[in-house]
């Protein structure tokens, strides 16, 4: 019975949207609504203003920065509530644990304790559910991976010239992450970089966005006014906007590439970062 | 704008939209909603959205998947109803 309700209300609501979307303007109407005010002044203005080709970029970054601002202490808020939720407060170190000899796969127990080989020699801590690596799915994640990460960084780097920014450069990055953890373990993931790196990389992100936008209170301009920060970085202020999207991008691109990362660990894990999928 | 090519995209994210709420295996389900992410992620380019469109690319048919498999293989792979 409710099935049938809920099918009806779909249904009822769909064909209302659909008969909704009569009244809309047409596709590239030049006098509807959303392109008679504020869309004129970015396409005529922003490249004269910002020096960014990018008009996107320079919406997102410049004129409603403030905006991008608290999108990213979002992102950021999304991995701590994440970490919280499932995260696992006191890490129990299991009574066995078990080291592989990485040449011949000789696989040793420790019990109760007893002090393992040191990590990084010819033995490598593994986890009892632990699979062989796939030789073709690390050998081509490991081609990749560097790749990845580079266009990540290429992403961010070029926002303001190209489609994407930090949000996507960001995200980029965490997938080369991702793959690591996919094509071997959470565990090597996490030895190259730690919970308590990618923790304080989130929070540094979110702190170069506000950071810069409070640097230009203090050479007396508005909050997130980069122009204000010509002097300091010794280019004219129309420049110093164009830069100023830059480094915010960079701001957005920490928090967004840790985040992820973040919620994967934990997600993959429950919290005790130990094997991936 | 290729009226046909936007037509056939349509109907595919339509197909796959139905698909995924279908498809009792939730791991089906994932990796049918990055195919849905994908049909968006060209529905944008068409318009000429292209960064919407490589957000969606990037989040939707990318991470988002992972963390969908990330989900299905933390809880239990079917669906109850």
Redesign the interface.
């Known amino acids: 019975m409710m099935k049938h309700i809920a099918l009806a209300t779909v249904v009822l609501t769909g064909l209302l949207m659909i008969y909704v979307t009569e009244s809309f303007p047409t596709w590239g109407d030049p006098n509807s609504p959303a392109s008679l005010h504020v869309s004129n002044h970015y396409i005529e203005n922003s490249l004269p203003e910002t020096d960014v080709p990018?008009i996107?970029?320079a919406v997102l970054g410049d004129y409603r920065g403030f905006d991008t601002m608290f999108e990213t202490t979002v992102v950021f808020c999304a991995g701590m509530a994440c970490f919280f939720l499932l995260g696992a407060y006191k890490r129990e170190e299991p009574a066995i644990r078990y080291y592989r000899h990485t040449a011949t796969g000789v696989v040793l127990q420790f019990r109760n304790g007893a002090k393992g080989p040191r990590q990084g020699g010819a033995f490598e801590r593994i986890d009892p559910t632990w699979t062989p690596y796939d030789f073709i799915v690390s050998r081509v994640c490991k081609l990749m991976i560097p790749f990845i990460q580079i266009y990540g960084l290429y992403v961010i780097a070029h926002g303001h010239h190209s489609?994407?920014?930090g949000?996507?450069g960001g995200?980029?990055l965490?997938?080369g992450f991702?793959l690591l953890a996919?094509s071997h373990n959470l565990r090597t993931l996490t030895e190259r970089i730690s919970h308590r790196v990618l923790g304080i990389m989130s929070a540094i992100g979110v702190v170069i966005y506000a950071g810069y936008g409070a640097l230009a209170l203090l050479y007396g301009g508005n909050f997130l006014d980069y122009s204000a920060l010509a002097g300091l970085l010794g280019v004219d202020p129309i420049y110093a906007r164009s830069l100023g999207i830059m480094i915010v991008e960079i701001g957005v691109g920490t928090t967004v590439m840790s985040t992820?990362v973040i919620?994967?660990n934990n997600?993959?894990s429950?919290g005790r970062y130990d094997e991936g999928? | 704008m290729i009226w046909q090519i936007d037509q056939a995209i349509l109907v595919l994210v339509m197909v796959c939209a139905v698909a995924a709420l279908q498809i009792r295996d939730l791991l089906g389900a994932g990796i049918v909603f990055g195919a849905f992410s994908f049909m968006m992620c060209l529905l944008w380019t068409s318009m000429g959205a292209?960064?919407v469109?490589?957000?969606e690319a990037?989040?939707g048919a990318?991470?988002s998947t992972?963390?969908f498999?990330?989900?299905v293989?933390?809880t239990s792979r079917g669906s109850k109803d």
């Open positions: 990018n996107v970029t489609p994407g920014g949000f996507q995200v980029i965490a997938a991702l996919l992820m919620i994967y997600v993959a429950v999928l | 292209v960064d469109a490589f957000t990037a989040v990318g991470v992972v963390l498999i990330a989900a293989f933390r």
